[in-house]
C-alpha cells in the first residue's frame, strides 16, 4: 500500500477495485503504540483520513481523495448506486464518537460530507438492506453501549431512527438474510458477553427475538453461506470455535472448530462455497498473543 495501516477497512468496489481508508499507524503510535479510547494523544498523521485504491488487473495500489477525519472503528459499506458510506468511528484523541458519516464516489475519487447518525457511534454494524438503505446499529462511545439502531436512505442522504434492540450491544456481528431479515448476535455492553440474537424486520422497523448462540461471542465474524445459513466464527472467549445459524428453524448449531484460536482475522466467501480463514492473532501459547500467518477453509 501507499503507506502502512492498522485496523482500516476494505471495500470492494462494483468495478472490481478495492477501496482501502482510515485506520492508524500502530508503529509509530504515540506512547504504548497501542490505541486507547479515552486517552489524550494527538491523532496526527497516526491516525489515517487517507484512503487509497488497489487495482487487480495491474496489482497496484495508488492514492486517491482523503476522508475529512481520520476514523478508526468505522463502518464502510457500499451503496447500490456502487457508492461507498463511512460511518462514525472515532479518532482516539478525546472519549466519544463520531456522528458524522461521508460518501466515496469512485467515479470522482473524492469523499463528500452527507447527513449524521443521531448520536456518535464506533464497534457498531452497518448493513445494507435490499432496498438500498443501511441499517445502523449498536455500538459505543466509550462510555456506554447502545440498543438504539437507524436507517441511511441514499436518496436524501439523511439518518432515521428505527427500532432499536432488545440490549445494548457493542462488538456484535449483523448478517443481511436471503428474506431480507438482519441476523444481529452477540456483542457486549462493556461488562458482561453476550450470546443472545435478535432479528431486525425492514418492514416493520423492529427487532425480535430469535435463538440464542451456543456460546458468547464478541467481535465474531459472521458469513452467509450460499444454503442460506449464517457462519458465525471465533470471537473473544470462543476464539476457535464456530457455528451455524439455519434461518429455516431460528436454531444455532456447533459446527466444525478452528484449526487455531484466531482474534482479528479475516473471513472470506469464496466462489465455490467455501471460507477462507486468515491470520489474526492468538493467545493459545500461555495466555502470550501471537501473529499468526496460517490459513484454513471451511467446507459448508
Do not use: C
Not at 26 to 47: E, K, L, Y
Not at 53 to 82: E, I, Q, V, W
Not at 259 to 265: C, E, G, K, N
Not at 281 to 299: F, I, K, M, R, W
Amino acid at each position: 500500500m501507499t503507506t502502512q495501516r492498522d485496523s482500516q477497512t476494505a471495500t470492494l468496489l462494483q468495478d472490481g477495485r478495492v477501496l482501502i481508508t482510515g485506520g492508524y499507524d500502530a508503529a509509530n503510535f504515540p506512547g504504548t503504540g497501542i490505541a486507547v479510547p479515552g486517552q489524550a494523544t494527538p491523532s496526527g498523521p497516526w491516525i489515517r483520513r487517507s484512503a487509497e485504491l488497489y487495482d487487480p488487473k495491474t496489482g497496484t495500489f495508488s492514492a486517491t481523495g482523503s476522508m475529512s477525519a481520520g476514523r478508526m472503528d468505522y463502518t464502510a459499506t457500499l451503496l447500490h448506486d456502487g457508492r461507498v458510506l463511512i460511518a462514525g468511528g472515532s479518532d482516539w484523541e478525546e472519549p466519544g464518537a463520531f456522528a458524522t458519516a461521508e460518501l466515496y464516489d469512485p467515479r470522482t475519487g473524492k469523499f463528500s460530507a452527507t447527513g449524521s447518525m443521531s448520536i456518535g457511534r464506533f464497534s457498531h454494524t452497518a448493513t445494507p438492506l435490499p432496498d438500498g438503505r443501511v441499517l445502523i446499529a449498536g455500538g459505543d462511545n466509550a462510555y456506554s453501549a447502545f440498543a438504539s439502531a437507524e436507517l441511511y436512505d441514499p436518496a436524501t442522504g439523511k439518518f432515521t431512527l428505527t427500532g432499536s434492540m432488545s440490549i445494548v450491544r457493542s462488538d456484535h456481528s449483523a448478517t443481511l438474510l436471503p428474506d431480507g431479515r438482519v441476523l444481529v448476535a452477540g456483542g457486549f455492553d462493556g461488562t458482561n458477553f453476550y450470546k443472545s440474537a435478535e432479528l431486525y424486520d425492514p418492514k416493520t422497523g423492529t427487532f425480535s427475538p430469535t435463538a440464542s448462540m451456543t456460546t458468547s461471542r464478541v467481535d465474531a465474524k459472521s458469513t452467509l453461506l450460499t444454503d442460506g445459513q449464517v457462519l458465525l466464527i471465533g470471537g473473544s472467549g470462543e476464539a476457535d470455535s464456530a457455528e451455524l445459524y439455519d434461518p429455516a428453524t431460528a436454531v444455532f448449531s456447533p459446527t466444525d472448530s478452528l484449526a487455531a484460536d484466531r482474534i482479528d482475522f479475516t473471513v472470506t466467501l469464496l466462489p465455490d462455497g467455501r471460507i477462507l480463514i486468515a491470520g489474526g492473532t492468538t493467545n493459545a501459547n500461555g495466555g502470550q498473543s501471537q501473529d499468526l500467518a496460517t490459513a484454513e477453509l471451511y467446507h459448508p
